[in-house]
């Protein structure tokens, strides 16, 4: 089986697939691995597709530039982004990646098979990358709980019961990191 054939299980565009493999190749980075090509199919002419290619690291965009000469690239980290959905519609589906910060990048016409398996792919990596985040954003909080546990022998103050509460807040994920940090320090200013 040759490298482009892995790319093609969804019935992808072989020649648009060609196109942006060897370029995509040439752009990854050091343990970062192409997982999934997604090749847009438009309703009448489509002649110069655009992709979108999933790795283990970021999404790319790529879209055909001055009639198929050139290819423009795009690239977002799994840390930009904020969610990826998809809407199947009667012509394909649209595919709608949300980042962190700006406005949402939605691509049309893709075809339904691959809109399900692009989001499946997506939203998976996405996921990995929220989960080796958590734990290094609860090393630091987690290196005071002996001091935490210290004061519980004594009768708690009301800046140990606040800390308490802003921690079972943060562990039911109801605030974000920054926002758990940025309380923690006003509490403890208060010291």
Not at 16 to 33: I, Q, S
Not at 42 to 50: E, Q, Y
Not at 83 to 110: A, D, L, R
Not at 161 to 169: A, D, F, P
Request: glycine residues 4%; negative net charge.
């Amino acid at each position: 089986m040759s490298l482009i054939d892995r790319f093609l299980s969804d019935e992808q565009d072989p020649k648009a697939v060609e196109r942006v493999l060897g370029k995509l190749n040439d752009m990854l980075t050091a343990g970062e691995e192409l997982i999934y090509i997604a090749v847009q199919k438009k309703p009448a002419v489509n002649l110069l597709p655009d992709c979108i290619a999933v790795s283990n690291k970021r999404l790319f965009y790529c879209e055909p530039g001055n009639f198929g000469i050139t290819m423009n690239f795009k690239d977002i980290s799994w840390k930009s982004i904020k969610e990826v959905s998809f809407k199947e519609e009667f012509f394909g589906s649209k595919f709608i990646c949300v980042p962190q910060h700006g406005e949402n990048i939605v691509t049309e016409y893709i075809p339904k098979v691959q809109a399900r398996k692009l989001y499946q792919v997506s939203y998976e990596q996405l996921e990995n990358f929220k989960e080796q985040q958590r734990p290094d954003a609860l090393e630091q909080p987690l290196a005071e709980v002996p001091q935490l546990n210290h004061l519980a022998q004594e009768p708690e103050d009301e800046a140990t019961l606040k800390l308490r509460k802003l921690k079972s807040l943060y562990d039911k994920q109801l605030i974000t990191l920054e926002e758990y940090e940025a309380k923690k320090a006003s509490i403890l200013e208060t010291l």
